[in-house]
């Protein structure tokens, strides 16, 4: 249960945040873009996540995630860069995870 009021609770952070993104201009005739940050090769009108947990496009990217920043002071956040997602649980039990009332975009 306390995982589905975190995963609900992350869903509304993301909503309710202004995601950091950029924006890239496409050249006419371009049929592939390159990811900068992986160095990778996608064709026009793919998405994709890249490895820095950015949501991309050939337009631009967005950040996947919102950072918590308001949550109590026996708690820790710890960013999982596989999930790409933020993790609050309490600072001597990592069981035990915390509520999370507010967050910002990176």
Known sequence: MKYLALALLFCALASRSDASCYARALQPGMTHCQDLSDNTWHPIGSSWRNSECF???CTGCCTAFSTPRLFDSDCVSVFDSVACEFIVHKRNDPTQLC???GGVAK
């Open 55 to 57: 949501d991309c496009s």
């Open 99 to 101: 509520p999370i009332y």
